[in-house]
């Protein structure tokens, strides 16, 4: 009943219809493609062309241009990558060079690439201490607020920040948005707008999921109970490579103590062991160094709360929640190197403060780069919002893995906690 026929390749097994075999000169259709692949592949390769934009550009502010440039994926061009990094670009630029690369951002604007434009405007605002007064005011005005991020408001003129807060009032589609770059903005004026808006919720406030003065959080601050802005993150922020100082001691990622996850039986890590002078903060405001104990497994699936004791050593919580997942994943979860990351160059603050950002996350101070929504824990004890200390991106350690593990603390209660998120 199988008129079937074996496919011409001798290394092949598989039988065809003999109508099949008419059409294919007698291979399978596995076969046919694969042969198809191979020759599509020798086009490719002996036809492509490679092209080095970059070739005898030494000014900064071309080479950027050209990094920012949209390309068509095009299999027959092999494009040459910048020799610098993008963000090290940003980095080198002169005040000169940053006007002339935000008065690129304006021409953008202008042409109606806005999306180019944003880009460059987030760039400059994480990575140069650029105004971007008239690029902020062209970006108002175009109307298209679907913003890429709205991080470049922190930076944004006293007008720009006033017709936000005229424009919040009656634009119900823009909203969320426009709350954002008000966070962003955080001004007195800010302050004092989220305050009453606290006290005295606007009728516009139904329109939302949350209360406007929560929107803080997303730009690294949170109205306090007298209605004054407090920081979450520090200001003093240093990038974490992979290349070992010159000064070790004061910072020290993923250490082992010894001790094992009551819940899940990992070996319990350090995450992060920082002076904490170097983030800014006293011996008075905290004696010894800061050290976060957590469980790399567990804090994937909860947030994992520490306290650190009067001798320095900081002590598993009681009412860390446990997670069935951690304890079935425990035993073959891929353990982060001890050790891999020291302390490098010193960066800004909004270094890594959007996820978009081309640049490597992991980083001690700084403002957090959120993969989600902006979570900052609350202290288990005061029950304070807790600030964030250091990031650990996993890519950073190894290209294949993905996910960041977040480091908050309470000065006052000297609490720690350890939080992950992923796309
Ligand atoms: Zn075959
Ligand atoms: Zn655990
Ligand atoms: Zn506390």
Same mark, same amino acid.
């Given at each position: 009943?199988?008129?079937?026929?074996?496919? #011409?390749?001798?290394?092949?097994?598989?039988?065809?219809? %003999?109508?099949?075999?008419?059409?294919?000169?007698?291979?399978?259709?596995?076969? !046919?493609?694969?042969?198809?692949?191979?020759?599509? &592949?020798?086009?490719?390769?002996?036809?492509?062309?490679?092209?080095?934009?970059?070739?005898? @550009?030494?000014?900064?502010?071309?080479?950027? #241009?050209?990094?920012?440039?949209?390309?068509?994926? =095009?299999?027959? @061009?092999?494009?040459?990558?910048?020799?610098?990094?993008?963000?090290?670009?940003?980095?080198?630029?002169?005040?000169?060079?940053?006007?002339?690369?935000?008065?690129?951002?304006?021409?953008?604007? &202008?042409?109606?690439?806005?999306?180019?434009?944003?880009?460059?405007?987030?760039?400059?605002?994480?990575?140069?201490?650029?105004?971007?007064?008239?690029?902020?005011? #062209?970006?108002?005005?175009? *109307? =298209?607020? &679907?913003?890429?991020?709205?991080?470049?408001?922190?930076?944004?003129?006293? &007008?720009?920040?006033?017709?936000?807060?005229?424009?919040?009032?009656?634009?119900?589609?823009?909203?969320?948005?426009?709350?954002?770059?008000?966070?962003?903005?955080?001004?007195?004026?800010?302050?004092?707008?989220?305050?009453? +808006?606290?006290?005295? %919720?606007?009728?516009?406030?139904?329109?939302?999921?949350?209360?406007?003065?929560?929107?803080?959080?997303?730009?690294?601050?949170?109205?306090?109970?007298?209605?004054?802005?407090?920081?979450?993150?520090?200001?003093?922020?240093?990038?974490?490579?992979?290349?070992?100082?010159?000064?070790?001691?004061?910072?020290? /990622?993923?250490?082992?103590? *010894?001790?094992?996850?009551?819940?899940?039986?990992?070996?319990?890590?350090?995450?992060?062991?920082?002076?904490?002078?170097?983030?800014?903060?006293?011996?008075?405001?905290? %004696?010894?160094?800061?050290?976060?104990?957590?469980?790399?497994?567990?804090?994937?699936?909860?947030?994992?709360?520490?306290?650190?004791?009067?001798?320095?050593?900081?002590? +598993?919580?009681?009412?860390?929640?446990?997670? /069935?997942?951690?304890?079935?994943?425990?035993?073959?979860?891929?353990?982060?190197? !001890?050790?891999?990351?020291?302390?490098?160059?010193?960066?800004?603050?909004?270094?890594?403060?959007?996820?978009?950002?081309?640049?490597?996350?992991?980083?001690?101070? *700084?403002?957090?780069?959120?993969?989600? =929504?902006?979570?900052?824990?609350?202290?288990?004890?005061?029950?304070?919002?807790?600030?964030?200390?250091?990031?650990?991106?996993?890519? =950073?350690?190894?290209?294949? /893995?993905?996910?960041?593990?977040?480091?908050?603390?309470? %000065?006052?209660?000297?609490?720690?906690?350890?939080?992950?998120?992923?796309?």
């Amino acid at each position: 009943m199988d008129d079937r026929i074996p496919c #011409k390749n001798p290394q092949c097994a598989n039988r065809i219809l %003999p109508a099949t075999a008419l059409r294919t000169e007698g291979f399978c259709m596995p076969c !046919v493609n694969a042969r198809k692949r191979q020759e599509h &592949d020798a086009f490719i390769k002996k036809n492509r062309k490679t092209i080095n934009v970059f070739d005898g @550009i030494n000014d900064p502010v071309e080479m950027l #241009k050209r990094v920012h440039a949209p390309r068509e994926p =095009d299999p027959l @061009i092999a494009w040459v990558p910048c020799p610098v990094p993008t963000d090290k670009l940003y980095q080198q630029l002169s005040a000169d060079e940053c006007l002339r690369m935000a008065g690129y951002a304006e021409e953008l604007f &202008d042409s109606g690439s806005h999306d180019l434009a944003q880009e460059i405007c987030t760039c400059l605002a994480a990575f140069t201490e650029a105004r971007l007064d008239n690029g902020l005011r #062209k970006w108002l005005h175009d *109307g =298209d607020l &679907d913003f890429y991020s709205a991080l470049p408001f922190h930076r944004a003129p006293p &007008d720009v920040r006033d017709e936000l807060l005229h424009r919040i009032e009656k634009d119900d589609e823009n909203r969320n948005v426009l709350l954002i770059a008000l966070a962003w903005i955080g001004d007195e004026v800010v302050v004092e707008h989220f305050k009453r +808006w606290r006290e005295k %919720p606007p009728s516009w406030c139904q329109t939302l999921y949350v209360p406007p003065h929560h929107y803080a959080h997303q730009a690294g601050w949170e109205l306090t109970e007298e209605g004054r802005r407090r920081d979450l993150y520090f200001r003093r922020c240093t990038h974490l490579v992979k290349q070992v100082p010159a000064e070790p001691g004061l910072f020290r /990622a993923v250490t082992e103590p *010894g001790t094992h996850c009551p819940h899940c039986a990992m070996p319990l890590i350090h995450l992060f062991d920082v002076a904490p002078a170097a983030v800014g903060l006293s011996n008075d405001e905290w %004696p010894g160094h800061i050290r976060i104990l957590t469980c790399q497994c567990c804090t994937a699936y909860e947030t994992v709360y520490a306290k650190v004791d009067s001798h320095g050593q900081p002590q +598993w919580l009681e009412q860390n929640v446990r997670s /069935a997942l951690a304890s079935e994943n425990a035993a073959d979860w891929i353990r982060l190197p !001890v050790e891999s990351l020291h302390l490098g160059e010193a960066r800004l603050p909004l270094f890594a403060a959007d996820p978009f950002l081309p640049t490597t996350f992991s980083q001690l101070g *700084g403002h957090p780069a959120w993969v989600q =929504d902006a979570e900052y824990p609350s202290c288990p004890e005061c029950a304070k919002t807790m600030m964030f200390l250091a990031q650990l991106s996993y890519e =950073d350690i190894d290209e294949s /893995a993905e996910g960041m593990l977040y480091g908050f603390i309470c %000065p006052t209660c000297r609490t720690t906690a350890t939080s992950y998120q992923q796309t």
